[in-house]
C-alpha cells in the first residue's frame, strides 16, 4: 500500500511540475461556479458554499505546490 502511494505522488508530482498554473485554475473555476449557482438555484450545495471552500483549497494547495516543484 506504501509503496502504490509513493508511486502515485511521484507520478502527480512528475504531471504537476509542468503544469504549475493547473490547480489554482481549477481552483478559480470551482470558485466562480460557485458564484454562478448562487444566483442560479438554491439548495443545501448552494447554502453549504461547497465549491467556494473547495475552490480554495485546490487553489491553495496548488500555488503551494507550485511553489515547492
Known amino acids: 500500500m506504501l509503496a ?3 508511486r502515485v505522488l511521484d ?4 504531471f504537476l511540475a509542468g503544469r504549475k498554473g493547473l490547480l489554482p ?3 478559480i473555476i470551482l470558485v466562480l461556479t460557485n458564484l454562478v449557482l448562487k ?3 438554491t439548495g443545501w450545495l448552494v ?4 465549491f467556494l471552500h473547495l475552490g480554495i483549497v485546490i487553489a491553495l494547495l496548488g500555488f503551494l ?3 515547492a516543484l
Open 47 to 50: 447554502d453549504s458554499d461547497l
Open 39 to 41: 444566483f442560479t438555484i
Open 11 to 14: 507520478q502527480l508530482s512528475e
Open 25 to 27: 485554475l481549477i481552483g
Open 4 to 6: 502504490w502511494f509513493s
Open 65 to 67: 505546490l507550485g511553489w
